[in-house]
Each structure stands twice: as structure tokens, then as C-alpha cells.
């Protein structure tokens, strides 16, 4: 069988990587990026953060045990434009593995390209920073940025879908904007006793007049000034000082929503091992991250609650009386550390029973 070869082109300076397919073919675009993650593929692949993204992966060896059941999948869908490895593994070895990731790229019509130096390509992103590339088997297409879109609006639920807690002891409902969130924050939340009604990234529930104890805003995609919509809806929430969780996406936007404001980062983070310290102290997590962009000013009347340990960027946000807070992290991970899920159980106490 004859391999078939594609180009990935980098705009900044129209450099090069020549790669072999293993997933779908056909010409695509969007913007560079890479993680660090050593695991956790399935899960990362289905992250929404990664909606137009095509992502780099720096471990090595990808693929050797497969891909599970959509069961655990974090969305119902890949979300990366294409993925790149250095070595693919097509003859996977897992109990949870119902086909190989090839076939999975091929299914869900996602480009995979094996790229053997995807460390000088790492390199290359983190001296150039991230940028727009296309993947080229034959002809050309156009570039395709798509932080110029409304990414939270694409992967953005439409309907309203309420989930009960198995737990006999039910203790609070929760709102939760979903702006592309991953399946693991239901999965923490229901098995604390909370009911979460999840809501699409435009949904106002003070104009419906529904009843909840606290919001959550989730992770998701791209540029978090482009969700407008959520931005005025935390604003009235912080109006009614109902207690307020934001992650990820959701730190930014409640940053944005308090009077702060947010940047993009040159290469961003991606992976599952970035270190950060509890501000004012020496404890340090490590923890799942998937973005590129960050708060950049702290608003009135927040204190930075997070900070990473590698570049000093903000990591998170916490009011200094009222019950409002954020991390640029996932404490739901998955893939991931856990070392952070006690971040949920933070912000269930400062709710009023």
C-alpha cells in the first residue's frame, strides 16, 4: 500500500513539514498549535477548546491503544482540523479500544499526518509562536483563522438539558453556560449531589425567570470577546451576586464581564502538566490546561487566585468578599491530574443552603 504524503505549510514565514497520512485526506486549515499531554488522546481530540485548531502532539507515540466508546469521549465529536504525531501506532492494544485512531480520523473526516521531528516543529511554535497553517495533499486552500469566529457559537448546545444527580442527597442546582464544555464537569458535579441545568452560550435565564443557586461558565474555544451574549449574561449574574465558577473559557469571560480584560498568548497552554501556585503561598498543582488567551487585567475588586509557575501568567481569579471565582485551568482534567477537583467543592460551600 502506497503511504500518502501531505505538506504542512506555516504562514508567518512559509515553512515546511512534509508528513505521511494516517486519517483522513483532503486540504484543510486553521491554526497551529501543540500539547504536551503524554495521554489522553481520545479525550483531547474531543475537547471543543481545540474547534479549529490543528494540533501537534509532542509525545511521541500515538495511537497504540486505540480509541474507546463515545462513552467516553469529552463531546460527541473530534474537534481538531488535523492532528500531527511523530510515530502512529496502528496496531493498538487496549480493553477499552474498539478501533484504531485511523480509523477514527478517517470516519470523522480529520486529517493525520505522521511528521517524524514534531519536536523541531514544537520548537518552531514556541520561537514563532502559534499561527494559521494549512494541510496540503494536493492544489491549495485558502487560510483559515479561526479566532476571527464565533467558535463558542458553533459548538454551543442548542436546547436546554437538565441533569440529575444520582446521589439520594441532592443538594443545589446549578445554571452552567455551556460555551463548549467537556463531559467530566458533569461527571464531577453530579456526583456531589448537584442538579445542573445546562444551557447554550446565548440562553438568559434571569429574562426566563428560571431558579438556580449558582453558575458555572465552562471552558471552550477561541476568542472569549467574541461571546458577547455570555459576557452580558455573567454581568447580570455578578448584578445579583449569585455565586459564580468560571473555567477555562469561563475565566476569561468572567474577567471580561467583572471590567477586566484578556490577551492572546503567544503559544498558549496546552497539555496536562502546567504547574501553578495558589497565590500567596508555595503550593503548587499541576493541572490539565487548553487555551490561548488569558486575563491580562484583573477587575475591580478580584485578586489573582492562580498563578503559572512557568511564565507567570494569571491562572485564575477570586472576589475579595463576594462569592465570584475563576481558573484558567480544568479541574475536571480528563485527561489529566485531579489535583484541583477540590475546586468544585470550594465553590459548592460559599453557596448559601
Not at 46 to 56: K, R
Not at 174 to 183: A, E, F, Q, R, V
Request: aromatic content about 10%; overall charge positive.
Amino acid at each position: 500500500m502506497t503511504l500518502k504524503k501531505a505538506t504542512l505549510v506555516c504562514k508567518k514565514d512559509s515553512s515546511i513539514f512534509q508528513g505521511i497520512s494516517f486519517g483522513y485526506e483532503g486540504n484543510t486549515a486553521g491554526e497551529v498549535v501543540f500539547t504536551t499531554g503524554m495521554v489522553g488522546y481520545p479525550q483531547t481530540l474531543t475537547d471543543p477548546s481545540y474547534e479549529g485548531q490543528i494540533l501537534v502532539m509532542t509525545y511521541p507515540i500515538i495511537g497504540s491503544y486505540g480509541v474507546p466508546d463515545m462513552s467516553l469521549w469529552e463531546s460527541e465529536r473530534i474537534h481538531t482540523k488535523a492532528v500531527i504525531v511523530s510515530d502512529y501506532i496502528d496496531t493498538p492494544s487496549h480493553y477499552q479500544s474498539i478501533k484504531t485512531l485511523g480509523a477514527w480520523l478517517k470516519e470523522q473526516k480529520v486529517i493525520g499526518l505522521q511528521i517524524k521531528d514534531t519536536r523541531f516543529l514544537t520548537q518552531y511554535l514556541r520561537d514563532n509562536g502559534s499561527q494559521l497553517g494549512k494541510i496540503i495533499f494536493s492544489g491549495d486552500t485558502p487560510w483559515y483563522d479561526p479566532n476571527k469566529d464565533n467558535l463558542v457559537q458553533r459548538v454551543s448546545p442548542k436546547k436546554i438539558v437538565t441533569y440529575d444527580s444520582p446521589s439520594p442527597k441532592k443538594k443545589h442546582t446549578i445554571l452552567l453556560i455551556d460555551c463548549g464544555m467537556k463531559k467530566n464537569m458533569l461527571r464531577c458535579l453530579t456526583k456531589r449531589g448537584v442538579t445542573v441545568i445546562v444551557v447554550p452560550w446565548d440562553f438568559d435565564p434571569f429574562e426566563k425567570k428560571i431558579k438556580f443557586d449558582g453558575l458555572i461558565i465552562s471552558n471552550g474555544p477561541g476568542d472569549p470577546k467574541m461571546a458577547k451574549k455570555t459576557i452580558s449574561i455573567i454581568k447580570k449574574a455578578l448584578g445579583e451576586k449569585i455565586p459564580t465558577l468560571g473555567v477555562c473559557l469561563g475565566n476569561q469571560l468572567l474577567a471580561l464581564a467583572a471590567g477586566g480584560d484578556t490577551y492572546k498568548l503567544k503559544f498558549g497552554h496546552r497539555g496536562q502538566n502546567q504547574p501553578c501556585f495558589l497565590e500567596g503561598t508555595k503550593k503548587c498543582y499541576i493541572t490539565t490546561q487548553n487555551h490561548g488567551f488569558a486575563v491580562g487585567k484583573i477587575p475591580p475588586g478580584f485578586k489573582a487566585w492562580f498563578i503559572n509557575a512557568n511564565d507567570k501568567t494569571n491562572e485564575g481569579i477570586i472576589h475579595l468578599t463576594l462569592p465570584f471565582m475563576s481558573t484558567q485551568f480544568h479541574p475536571e482534567a480528563n485527561p489529566g491530574p485531579t489535583d484541583t477537583e477540590w475546586i468544585f467543592d470550594f465553590f459548592l460551600n460559599r453557596i448559601k443552603t
